[in-house]
């Protein structure tokens, strides 16, 4: 166990819907990243937040954002899903933003009908 | 397109034998990681090497690095049927925890 918990485990939306996935990052650590699996690849990076800005992103559109709370939890939030979303998405939390260590979630498992 | 490649995409083999998997890359990198999947769930952190390592063992675990050819491989030793799972390699250009994975390799272990 890692001490980093997402939620929720499974979730199913429909096509141009909205969705919120939340990560709760380990005791210590004030940098989370997210990461979107589509299913057979590797995790594919989205973007990071360091005490509660973004500190990098990957090559995904502007419908993918995310907060980062004072408590250093996080939330990943796409609007206007897509079929190519269905993925398991994926938090990391590592103790500083030049740590080369992280800790990953458990992931939620997104569908898109 | 991916930073790091696994080689092979899957591997089956005899609980006992050993495992190589090799990742190669493209860019510079500041360190090397392996880590391991099981079911889809999420990643557990193996082992880590930097950039002017060559070479780093943690249990029955073994992976090199020649950053002259950018590739790195990670052997695992006698291994176990608890060992099935995908492995994936991830390279930090910045150490700033903005990792880019491969694909992976599946490993299945018969017992």
């Known amino acids: 166990e890692t001490g980093v918990t997402q939620s929720p485990t499974h979730l199913i939306k429909t096509r141009g819907q909205q969705v919120t996935l939340r990560c709760s990052s380990q005791s210590g650590h004030n940098t989370v990243s997210w990461y979107q699996q589509a299913l057979g690849q590797g995790p594919q990076f989205i973007f990071q937040y360091y005490r509660e800005e973004e500190n990098g992103r990957g090559n995904f559109p502007p419908r993918f954002s995310g907060l980062q709370f004072p408590n250093y939890s996080s939330e990943l939030n796409v609007n206007a899903l897509e079929l190519d979303d269905s993925a398991l998405y994926l938090c990391?939390?590592?103790?500083?933003?030049?740590?080369?260590?992280?800790?990953f979630g458990p992931g939620t498992r997104l569908t898109v009908l | 397109s991916q930073q790091g490649e696994e080689d092979p995409q899957a591997l089956s083999i005899q609980e006992g034998e050993n495992a190589t998997m090799n990742c190669s890359y493209k860019?510079?990198?500041?360190?090397l990681q392996w880590y391991r999947q099981n079911s889809g769930r999420g990643l557990v952190h193996l082992i880590l090497i930097r950039s002017n390592e060559r070479e780093k063992h943690s249990g029955r675990l073994r992976v090199t690095l020649d950053t002259s050819k950018k590739s790195s491989s990670l052997l695992i030793t006698a291994s176990r049927a608890a060992d099935t799972a995908s492995y994936f390699c991830?390279?930090?250009?910045?150490?700033?925890?903005?990792?880019?994975f491969g694909d992976g390799t599946t490993l299945t272990v018969k017992p």
């Open positions: 860019t510079s990198i500041n360190n």
């Open positions: 990391a939390s590592s103790q500083d933003r030049g740590a080369d260590t992280q800790y």
């Open positions: 991830a390279t930090d250009v910045a150490n700033a925890g903005k990792s880019t």
